[in-house]
């Protein structure tokens, strides 16, 4: 079976560079435009950036790690790359959009593959009201922050926050609270998918809060509107028995 045609990218990490040097004299290097088979050589937050970056392309991305945990990422060898990506199983996932609204009466757009999070911006604790598909949930939140995740992103900042891990495959987003203060020690909730999720900062002036769509930061927001988007389907490849699922699965028995 032929080679398929490989596009490198790598970090600003030496060890990405070096890795992308070897890799390329090996097996070549094509334009992202001509690639069956992008190759993401750095740590899970260069795999997002290059997810992002390559949103537009057909061809799926495989990652190999050259940062520290690499969630997202495969073992870094240098052996047998068609045949690991011959071999590769597929993960699809869905971002998240994010509309927020600025106290200067500005909009804007961001795609979160992780998650969207309100973080406090000040002294004070946020005061954030949550609405759900256009009904209202929750009068008043006072934390330092809130996040909704997708099931991809349920092992990063929202496991920090002890939210819950959400298994690759359902179509559920987690909500999740950060030092929630009142109500107190409140966890968040799962929903639906497809919720619409709002959150609308109150006493925005006096408690500014800032919002982020992975690396996409937006402050002094006064409202946040967070959707699944399903249009937008980010293809990850993964090593047989090391996709996504199994390491869901594996984390919560760490």
């Given amino acids: 079976m ?11 990490a030496p060890s990405a560079q070096a890795a992308r040097e070897v890799l390329s004299a090996r097996y070549g290097d094509v334009p992202l435009a001509k690639a069956q088979v992008i190759v993401a050589l750095g740590g899970d937050g260069f795999m997002l950036q290059t997810l992002h970056a390559t949103q537009g392309f057909a061809a799926p991305v495989y990652g190999m790690n050259r940062g520290t945990i690499g969630f997202l990422m495969n073992e870094y060898q240098e052996e047998d790359l ?11 996932i869905n971002p998240l959009r994010m509309t927020a ?8 757009d961001g795609l979160a593959i992780n998650e969207v999070s309100l973080l406090r911006a000040g002294p004070q604790a946020a005061k954030l009201r949550i609405t759900v598909d256009g009904r ?25 926050a002890h ?14 609270a950060m030092s929630a203060f009142r109500p107190r020690r409140w966890r968040g ?7 619409v999720v709002r959150f609308d900062v109150l006493d925005a002036e006096k408690r500014p809060v ?9 402050r002094n927001v006064v409202s946040v509107e967070i959707r699944s988007e399903p249009s937008i389907q980010h293809r990850i490849l993964f090593d047989p028995g090391h996709g996504l699922e199994e ?3 594996r984390e919560q028995f760490a």
């Fill in 2 to 12: 032929p080679s398929p045609k490989i596009a490198f990218t790598a970090s600003d």
């Fill in 82 to 92: 068609p045949a690991r990506l011959d071999a590769a199983e597929e993960e699809i």
């Fill in 101 to 108: 609204l600025d106290a200067q009466g500005d909009m804007h």
């Fill in 136 to 160: 209202m949930r929750m009068q008043e939140l006072v934390c330092d922050g809130a996040l909704v995740a997708t099931p991809a992103g349920s092992t990063a900042y929202n496991y920090s």
């Fill in 163 to 176: 939210g819950p891990i959400v298994p690759i495959g359902s179509d559920v987003l987690a909500l999740t």
């Fill in 189 to 195: 909730a799962l929903l639906p998918k497809k919720a």
């Fill in 210 to 218: 800032m919002a982020e769509a992975d690396s996409k930061s937006v």
């Fill in 247 to 249: 390491r869901l699965i």
